[in-house]
Every structure is written in C-alpha cells, then in structure tokens.
C-alpha cells in the first residue's frame, strides 16, 4: 500500500511538470524492486510442490509457485559454485568470464550486473551471504552499498561475518541462515526509501556439508529414501531395473569408476556418512532456506512492497542423489545443471508456469530489464521478462552447457552438453571414453545412451555440430587453462600436488 500511494503521488506530480520532467517520473515509477535470493546446490526437484521427496515441506517455495511463475526449466551454464555465480553476475559462459572453477579470480576490469543498477538506475544495493568466486576474503566488493559477507563457504554455525567492512563474530547459537535473513531485512527496514532497491540475498544452505538448524535436525530421522531407478546396475542385489531398461553398458567409464570414489554412492566422503543420512540432513537444511524466503515475502508483504517488486529465488546448481551412482554436481545431467526457479510480485500472473528454457546468464539482463536498463554488448544472457509475464517472443529452445575438470576432484572430466527440449548431447574431453545422446522427453531418467544407435546418428551430429557452432559463436573454442590449486582430492594420492 506504502508503494502505491508513492507511485500515485509520483503520476500526479508528474501531470504538474514539463513533458521531460514526467518522463523521467514515469521512468522511475517503472522501475522494479528486486530481491534475488540464491541458494547452494539445491536440485530442481527437491520442493515440496514438485512431490519428488513426498516428506519434504517447504511451505514458502510452494506459495511463490502458487503466488507466482514457476519457470520449470532453468539450467545452469556450468553446474559449479563459483563459476555459475560468475554467470549469474556477469550474464557471461565460464569461458568468457573466465570463473571456471572455484579458485580462480574474477579478471580485473570485469563488471557484474548490480554495478549498473548502482550506477545507471540509481538503485541502492545490497550483497548478503555466500561470494565465493576464489576471492579468499570478505571484504565488500564494487556494486554494493550495503554487505554482509564471510570467506568462502562459511560456515552454518557460528559465522564470522564482514559487515561493511568489519568483522562481526555471532554466537553459538545463530544459524547462518538466519543470520543472513537478518541482514537483509537490516537493509530493508533502513534503505533510503526514496530510491529502488536491489537485494542479492546469497545462502550458503543446502551445501555439503549439510548442517541443519537445530530446530530442524532430525526431522526427517525415521523418513523413508527413495533410490533413484539409475542408483544401481542391472544385476546388483539392490536394483530395480533390467538391462532393457538402462543401458548401463553404454554409460561412460568414468561415471561407472566414480560411483566409488569421494563423489560416489559407493564410497561418498570417503565413507564418512550413509547415503540414507546425506539425504536427509540435506531436506532439513533445506528448510531454514524455505524459512528464509517466508521472511522476506512476509516483510514485502506487510510493508505493501510485493506489486511493485520482484522476488527471485533460484539455485546456483543442482545436486545428483544416486543417479547413476553419483553424488555432487558437475556433471550435465538433469540433476546437476537443472535448477529451481521462482519468481514472485511484480505483477507477474499467479499461479504460472514458464516452459521455455533459461539459463543463468540471462538473470543478469533479464533483472536490468525490470530496472529500465538494455543488456551490455558483452553479455551472453537475454532478457527473459517478457516470458514472465505470458507475452510471446521468439526464444531459444536449446541450453548449452561446459565443465572444466579440477584437479582437486579429477574424477570429473571437461564436459560440453547440448540440450534442446527433446535431446541431449553430452561429449566429454581430454578422456577416452564414450560419449552419451539421450531422448530427455521419452527417456527423462538418462537411462539409455542412444549414442551407438544407427537410427540417432544425424541427430548426434546434428548436436555435436550445435555445440561447436556454440561454441565458435560465443568465444569457447580456447580452453582456459588455469594453474593447478590444492591437493589432489583423492584417497589414493592423498598429500600429493
């Protein structure tokens, strides 16, 4: 209501001024809040709505579906922390922002998308939570007026946090969650109220380790898991499926041999934790996030703020539990590059859902747009508010995808995906192994490789070329070599470099 009544007064002046003085009015009453809350590999499907988990509750993610547009396929350029970060700030592939795993650092002379909120739209910005992105420090960086930050990963309990460039220890009992969704509604209640706001509400949750808030832990103790169909081969004591119904000869090596290692179900963490209780601390940490995001509408909502803003949640990558025998992200299946995405206020049409494809990098243009500014010339991303709204344009219908190994996890190899709505096209790097073309609309579980099927050749070549041409287009064809960081996380050469 607060927000409607500044608008009205805004038009009304307006009518007293000067053809140019009420154009630049208008424009400011066009101008969208925006609050963008991010979380940490949390997979597309892992929301109550979606009914994957029929235990898991996340009563605020369901509202903003109900209240909102669920954009169903969001994907990630690059399912890595700190590398799709980078895409999501700057609007630019791995290869072009040159983030491609996370050590590296962001190349001088780079501008992320809040720079030109601050700048051009004469926003007031604030960064709260998870940075990363190799800088292995807290301090505010550029584009923000407002920052509440910790080193790296943080912490779930106890954090230290830079606030405006000191540090400010919490104690025992604060759970980072809730500290962070302190922060920004600080922000909120004290922002200068006579400009737009721009809120990058930035969780470490649900990242492994998995440490739910006390409040949560053991929730979901005597819940029953579900196994994926692909968690076990054809022929194991614990599978579900026959041969004719996956193909697991024609899965990769390197996905067959990693099913025993640190990002394996046989041999996850080393061994450190069961499957059973990884999956279930990861659905309770998820809930001080859901937990979160009630906050914030909640806040919006009695301040009479949520029409004229926008709030986003999304994930920053997506997450495997047992398919295909793995855990973790990086690689291009659904799982790990899909990612959940909502969007809220702002006039958007309740209750809808958005099926074209999107991508990180389109957040960045696609949250200028709301703010009245163009996308930059050097973005890879687009501008996707129209879809938000119903309207129609042209729109891609593929997603491309790249993935460049690190040392400290060579289980991994450099993957480069193609996916359009009804196949994918998975093509690995520097290994001798196979690669993989799936039919996602008849085959959604990635359970049978049709890469040696006569019948899908020109479909293979048909994406292959896709890919190259992608790549080409878009500057990738070079690969970013970046200097070896840290130990070889791996049991077997364990200490060495």
Not at 228 to 253: A, I, K, Q
Not at 356 to 370: L, S, Y
Not at 414 to 436: L, P
Request: charged letters at 25%; hydrophobic letters at 35%; aromatic letters at 14%.
């Amino acid at each position: 209501m607060k927000n409607t009544l500044f608008i009205g007064a805004l038009l009304t002046l307006a009518a007293a001024c000067s053809p140019k003085e009420q154009a630049a009015v208008a424009e400011q009453s066009e101008k969208k809040n925006v609050i963008f809350i991010l979380s940490d590999d949390h997979r597309y499907d892992f929301m109550g709505f979606m009914n994957k988990v029929p235990f898991l509750e996340t009563p605020n993610m369901d509202r903003m579906a109900a209240e909102g547009v669920h954009v169903e396929n969001a994907f990630v350029s690059t399912s890595l922390c700190s590398p799709s970060r980078a895409s999501i700030l700057s609007g630019q592939y791995a290869h072009n922002h040159r983030v491609v795993d996370n050590q590296s650092l962001i190349p001088e002379g780079t501008t992320f998308f809040p720079e030109y909120l601050q700048g051009e739209a004469g926003y007031q910005t604030a960064f709260i939570g998870k940075w990363h992105m190799g800088e292995h420090h807290a301090a505010p960086r550029p584009g923000f007026d407002y920052w509440a930050s910790f080193k790296g990963q943080g912490v779930y309990y106890n954090p230290t946090i830079n606030f405006n460039g000191s540090e400010v220890k919490h104690p025992d009992s604060a759970y980072v969650s809730d500290v962070l969704t302190d922060y920004a509604l600080d922000f909120l209640q004290n922002r200068d109220r006579e400009k737009p706001f721009f809120v990058y509400l930035s969780h470490k949750g649900v990242h492994a380790d998995f440490k739910p808030a006390k409040r949560h832990l053991g929730k979901y103790e005597n819940e029953q898991v579900a196994y994926p169909p692909s968690m076990f081969p054809p022929g194991h004591d614990r599978s579900t499926v026959s041969s004719d119904e996956y193909n697991y000869e024609d899965l990769p090596n390197w996905v067959k041999a990693q099913r025993h290692s640190w990002h394996g179900v046989d041999y996850m963490y080393h061994g450190h934790i069961s499957f059973e209780d990884f999956y279930k601390r990861y659905c309770e940490t998820l809930l001080a996030v859901d937990e979160s995001i009630g906050t914030v509408l909640d806040y919006l909502e009695n301040e009479g703020l949520l029409e004229n803003t926008l709030v986003i949640y999304m994930g920053d990558n997506g997450f495997s539990f047992g398919e295909h025998g793995l855990i973790d992200k990086r690689q291009a299946y659904e799982e790990s590059m899909r990612v959940p995405f909502l969007a809220m206020g702002a006039g958007l049409p309740a209750g809808t859902k958005l099926t074209e494809v999107v991508q990180n990098v389109d957040v960045g243009p696609t949250i200028m747009d709301f703010a009245g500014l163009s996308t930059k010339s050097h973005m890879d991303g687009n501008s996707f508010k129209p879809l938000l709204y119903q309207e129609n344009i042209a729109w891609r219908d593929t997603v491309y995808y790249e993935y460049f190994w690190e040392r400290p996890f060579p289980q991994t190899p450099t993957v480069h995906a193609v996916r359009t709505s009804q196949y994918k096209f998975i093509r690995y790097h520097g290994v001798w192994d196979i690669n993989e073309l799936y039919d996602i609309q008849n085959d959604p579980e990635e359970m049978k490789n049709l890469i040696r099927d006569p019948k899908y050749a020109d479909v293979a070549k048909g994406l292959r070329d896709a890919l190259f041409d992608w790549l080409q287009e878009t500057g990738g064809e070079s690969m970013p070599l970046k200097p070896d960081h840290g130990k070889r996380f791996d049991h077997r050469y364990r200490g060495t470099y």
